[in-house]
């Protein structure tokens, strides 16, 4: 059995790729903030994820599919938080991540 180069590096970068979304999100859920991230950047960035996906369906290439779809989720989910009003954010992240009761 032979190691594959390409396989291994092609699979660190999907979860270096997928995993790099994740701090993000879960600090908008923990703080309701986002001013500071760009919308334009977000949307471009969700709109390359959607052709990522769509490019690896169009391929049959599963991995390809797999990474860039949860990106797309993830980046989606960052975008919709940016453009929510501050209500809605809270709503969110309060399903998300409950306030804790502290009486």
Not at 29 to 50: C, D, H, P, Q
Not at 97 to 103: G, I
Request: proline share 5%; aromatic share 10%.
């Amino acid at each position: 059995m032979t190691f594959d180069v390409s396989g291994a590096t092609g699979a660190l970068a999907a979860i270096a790729s997928t995993a790099s979304f994740a701090p993000q999100a879960w600090k908008i859920i923990k703080t309701r903030e986002t001013k500071n991230l760009s919308t334009i950047t977000y949307g471009l960035t969700v709109l390359g994820f959607a052709l990522w996906s769509a490019y690896g369906v169009m391929l049959a290439h599963w991995p390809l599919i797999a990474c860039n779809s949860i990106c797309f989720v993830l980046a989606t989910f960052i975008l919709v938080m940016k453009v929510l009003p501050a209500s809605g954010k809270r709503a969110v992240a309060d399903t998300l991540d409950p306030p804790t009761d502290s009486s």
